[in-house]
């Protein structure tokens, strides 16, 4: 059986021995399979026995990664300290073919459409592309992208509800958007990914602006320096930490983020005044008004 999954503007062509249940948070991420237009092409194989995991580069509870000169592996298991029932792996000279040997029996593992985008690892796709995943409630505004980023629990989609209701803005994710660079813009994506929001959109918007939350019992909004914006950011990024080349790819693909993309910190309330002094300040900003970093707007204080 073919598949094709059209994420952030990259087509992934997959070939499994098996179908593919298709869930509602990947019905918008599939297309007509073409072959010779993938972008990547990821092939299953049923094995009876998987590779070593031997040479461990890093490991967390339900992946083993390995390393080697010529190629990486990561190997999937169920839960904490079991075997693993599959391995992805792929050569470092061609990145863009990856092969899943999984074990014979083990389908109903794999056989579910986002099994199907977890095993393709999406931030290491995006980073092989140039781009990045961020934790964020994604919005569209008059064709414009702003990302609320911020750790949960914070209100992420409280504010992008709030812009819904006062501003007719249209919410694309709201928990997880990909940032890639087009035609030189940064481009945000909706993702087959989005916590408890299910706003699954595979559409995009140029991004307009970053908004790092904190509550607070007022609305202030500052603009981040680019070293500031980026401290903030680093931890809402999907990122291999323990891995120096894709940190450092990660790391320069952000620093041109920020000195891109306007970076604010908005401390809020949950009320219309949050959306209220984003959105002049949007206006401004779009007027050709300058905001020196650091400068904070009370304009959306509330009496």
Not at 121 to 136: A, I, M, V, W, Y
Not at 209 to 228: D, G, K, R, Y
């Amino acid at each position: 059986m073919n598949y094709e999954y059209h994420i952030a503007g990259i087509r992934i062509f997959v070939e499994v021995p098996f179908s593919i249940l298709i869930q509602q948070s990947s019905e918008a991420f599939l297309t007509e399979p073409d072959k010779m237009k993938s972008d990547i092409y990821f092939v299953f194989r049923a094995v009876l026995k998987l590779p070593a995991c031997s040479e461990r580069f890093y490991e967390d509870s339900n992946h083993c990664y390995v390393e080697t000169l010529e190629s990486r592996q990561v190997f999937f298991r169920p839960m904490p300290h079991a075997d693993p029932y599959a391995c992805v792996s792929w050569q470092v000279s061609n990145p863009h073919m990856l092969c899943c040997e999984y074990l014979a029996g083990q389908e109903s593992r794999l056989n579910y459409s986002g099994n199907i985008c977890d095993l393709l690892g999406l931030e290491s796709l995006l980073l092989q592309f140039d781009g990045l995943l961020l934790h964020s409630a994604f919005i569209r505004w008059q064709n414009q992208g702003i990302l609320f980023s911020a750790d949960s629990g914070v209100g992420k989609s409280t504010q992008a509800d709030l812009w819904v209701k006062y501003e007719n803005a249209e919410i694309l994710n709201g928990d997880r958007a990909g940032l890639r660079k087009k035609d030189g813009l940064w481009t945000a994506y909706g993702l087959p990914y989005a916590g408890s929001s299910r706003v699954y959109r595979n559409e995009s918007a140029p991004v307009e602006t970053i908004v790092m939350l904190e509550q607070a019992p007022v609305n202030e909004l500052s603009l981040l320096t680019p070293a500031q914006a980026l401290r903030k950011l680093y931890p809402q990024m999907t990122i291999h930490s323990w891995d120096a080349v894709y940190v450092q790819k990660a790391l320069e693909l952000m620093e041109d983020l920020v000195s891109a993309v306007p970076v604010y910190l908005l401390k809020c309330r949950p009320d219309q005044g949050a959306v209220e002094i984003v959105k002049n300040r949007l206006q401004q900003h779009g007027a050709g008004v300058a905001v020196p970093p650091g400068f904070i707007d009370y304009s959306g204080k509330e009496p």
